[in-house]
C-alpha cells in the first residue's frame, strides 16, 4: 500500500520508494556513493608504480613553488679548478625564479675531460617530446622541428633524444601514436599531461595511466637506486649504443631523476662507466643513456629578452663548449630526430 504523495516509482536497486522524502534520501545515497567512486578512481589514476624520486605520486599536478636549488657538486678531482662542481644559474627564468643551473666536473681518472651537468627544475618546467620522420619515423607528427614562435616564446632549454629506434630496444608513445611497443624493464621517459616527467623501468617504477602522454624508452637503465647498474666495462663500445669508429671517450649523454623529482641531463666525451659516475654524482636514483657520438649529442638553453621573449639560435647557449652541435639544432626544418623540450609551466 502507498502513502498519499508516495511516488509508485522503481528505483536503481529495483525497491519501490514508498514516499517523496524516502526517494529523495535515496538519490542523495546514490550521489554520495558516486562521488565516493569517482574520488576513489581518482585517486588509482594519479597513482604510478613510483614518484620521481622512487616514492609518492608522478604525474599529480604539481606546486608552482620551485624545488631547493640544487646543492654544489662534489668534484671527483681535490680541487674547484676554475669553480667546477659549483652550479650557476641560467637561461629564462620561470615567474621570477631559476629553473635551470648548470656545472662541470673533471672526469675522475681523466682530470684534462671536462663534462656538463644540467638540473631542471621540474616544478617549473614542462617537457614535451618532439618526434622526427626519421626518429622515430613518421610525418604525422605536430610537435617535430624546428620549435616554432608560440612554443619559442615560453622554451627555457632542449636536449637529444635517444637512438634510432632499431638500436634503441625500447618503444616509443607521443602524440597517441604507438610507434613501437613498450618494452617491461626498458629505461624510459616517460611524461605526464601536466608536463611532468620520470625517469625509470618500464612495469616496475613507471607504467601506464590515463596521465601519461610520451614515452620514450632507450636499452635499460643506466643508474638504479643511485648506483650505476652491474656489468658496466670502461671499454664498451657496443653494448651501450655503437662508438663511432670504436671510439671509447666518445660524447656520451645521460638522462637522470633525483630524489625530489628535479631532471638532470650530463654530457661530455667519456665512456660509459664515468657517464654512469657523474650522474650519480649529480644527484640521480634512476638514469638512463641518450643519444652518443659527435653528431648527436646536444643540450642548449635559451636567455631571451622579457619573460615571453622568443627563445632564438642567436640567444642560445651549449652546456659545453665541445658539443659538435649548436642551439640552432631545434630550430632547423631538416632536423629529423627526436628531442625534448623544457619549457615554463603555464
Given at each position: 500500500?502507498?502513502?498519499?504523495?508516495?511516488?509508485?516509482?522503481v528505483?536503481?536497486?529495483?525497491?519501490?520508494?514508498?514516499s517523496?522524502?524516502?526517494?529523495?534520501?535515496?538519490?542523495?545515497?546514490?550521489?554520495?556513493r558516486?562521488?565516493?567512486?569517482?574520488?576513489?578512481?581518482?585517486?588509482?589514476?594519479?597513482?604510478?608504480?613510483?614518484?620521481?624520486?622512487?616514492a609518492?605520486?608522478?604525474?599529480?599536478?604539481?606546486?608552482?613553488?620551485?624545488?631547493?636549488?640544487?646543492?654544489?657538486l662534489?668534484?671527483?678531482?681535490?680541487?674547484?679548478?676554475?669553480?667546477?662542481?659549483?652550479?650557476?644559474?641560467v637561461?629564462?627564468r620561470?615567474?621570477?625564479?631559476?629553473?635551470?643551473y648548470v656545472?662541470w666536473?673533471?672526469?675522475?681518472?681523466?682530470?684534462?675531460?671536462?663534462?656538463g651537468?644540467?638540473?631542471?627544475?621540474?616544478?617549473?618546467?614542462?617537457?614535451?617530446?618532439?618526434?622526427?620522420?626519421?626518429?622515430?619515423?613518421g610525418?604525422?607528427?605536430?610537435?617535430?622541428?624546428?620549435?616554432?614562435?608560440?612554443a619559442?616564446?615560453?622554451?627555457?632549454?632542449?636536449?637529444n633524444?635517444?637512438?634510432?629506434?632499431?638500436?634503441?630496444?625500447?618503444g616509443?608513445?607521443?602524440?597517441?601514436?604507438l610507434?613501437?611497443?613498450?618494452?617491461?624493464?626498458?629505461?624510459?621517459?616517460?611524461?605526464?599531461?601536466?608536463?611532468?616527467a620520470?625517469?625509470?623501468?618500464?612495469?616496475?617504477?613507471?607504467?601506464?595511466?590515463?596521465?601519461?602522454?610520451?614515452?620514450?624508452?632507450?636499452?635499460?637503465?643506466?643508474?638504479?637506486?643511485?648506483?650505476?647498474?652491474?656489468g658496466l666495462?670502461?671499454?664498451?663500445?657496443?653494448?651501450?649504443?655503437?662508438?663511432?669508429n670504436?671510439?671509447v671517450?666518445?660524447?656520451?649523454?645521460?638522462?637522470?631523476?633525483?630524489?625530489?623529482?628535479?631532471?638532470?641531463?650530463?654530457?661530455?666525451?667519456?665512456?660509459?662507466v664515468?657517464l654512469a659516475?657523474?650522474?650519480?654524482?649529480?644527484?640521480?636514483?634512476?638514469?638512463?643513456?641518450?643519444?652518443?657520438?659527435?653528431?648527436?649529442?646536444?643540450?642548449?638553453?635559451y636567455?631571451p629578452?622579457?619573460?615571453?621573449?622568443?627563445?632564438t639560435?642567436?640567444?642560445?647557449?651549449?652546456?659545453?663548449?665541445?658539443?659538435?652541435q649548436?642551439?640552432?639544432?631545434?630550430?632547423?626544418v631538416?632536423?629529423?630526430?627526436?628531442?625534448?623540450t623544457?619549457?615554463?609551466?603555464?
Amino acid at each position: 500500500m502507498v502513502l498519499t504523495g508516495a511516488l509508485p516509482a522503481v528505483g536503481k536497486n529495483g525497491a519501490r520508494y514508498r514516499s517523496e522524502r524516502e526517494e529523495r534520501g535515496v538519490r542523495v545515497r546514490w550521489a554520495r556513493r558516486k562521488v565516493f567512486a569517482f574520488a576513489v578512481t581518482a585517486a588509482l589514476t594519479l597513482a604510478t608504480t613510483g614518484g620521481p624520486g622512487g616514492a609518492g605520486v608522478a604525474g599529480a599536478a604539481r606546486a608552482r613553488s620551485p624545488l631547493p636549488a640544487p646543492a654544489d657538486l662534489t668534484p671527483f678531482t681535490a680541487r674547484y679548478p676554475g669553480g667546477l662542481g659549483i652550479y650557476r644559474p641560467v637561461g629564462r627564468r620561470v615567474d621570477g625564479h631559476p629553473a635551470l643551473y648548470v656545472t662541470w666536473l673533471r672526469l675522475p681518472d681523466q682530470p684534462s675531460t671536462v663534462v656538463g651537468v644540467a638540473w631542471m627544475d621540474t616544478h617549473l618546467l614542462r617537457a614535451q617530446l618532439y618526434s622526427g620522420s626519421l626518429s622515430p619515423g613518421g610525418l604525422y607528427w605536430r610537435r617535430t622541428a624546428p620549435v616554432s614562435p608560440s612554443a619559442a616564446r615560453t622554451l627555457v632549454a632542449a636536449f637529444n633524444g635517444g637512438f634510432l629506434m632499431k638500436d634503441s630496444h625500447g618503444g616509443y608513445l607521443s602524440e597517441g601514436h604507438l610507434v613501437a611497443p613498450l618494452v617491461r624493464g626498458g629505461a624510459s621517459l616517460v611524461i605526464y599531461r601536466d608536463g611532468s616527467a620520470n625517469v625509470g623501468a618500464w612495469g616496475v617504477d613507471v607504467g601506464m595511466t590515463p596521465r601519461v602522454v610520451a614515452v620514450r624508452q632507450n636499452l635499460t637503465l643506466l643508474v638504479d637506486h643511485g648506483r650505476p647498474v652491474p656489468g658496466l666495462v670502461a671499454s664498451d663500445v657496443s653494448r651501450w649504443g655503437s662508438s663511432l669508429n670504436n671510439v671509447v671517450d666518445t660524447p656520451r649523454s645521460g638522462l637522470g631523476v633525483t630524489r625530489d623529482g628535479a631532471l638532470v641531463y650530463v654530457e661530455g666525451p667519456m665512456s660509459i662507466v664515468d657517464l654512469a659516475r657523474v650522474l650519480v654524482r649529480a644527484g640521480a636514483v634512476r638514469a638512463m643513456a641518450l643519444d652518443m657520438n659527435p653528431f648527436w649529442t646536444i643540450f642548449a638553453y635559451y636567455t631571451p629578452a622579457g619573460p615571453r621573449g622568443l627563445a632564438t639560435p642567436g640567444n642560445g647557449h651549449r652546456l659545453n663548449s665541445t658539443m659538435v652541435q649548436s642551439p640552432d639544432r631545434f630550430f632547423q626544418v631538416s632536423y629529423a630526430r627526436d628531442f625534448v623540450t623544457m619549457s615554463a609551466a603555464g
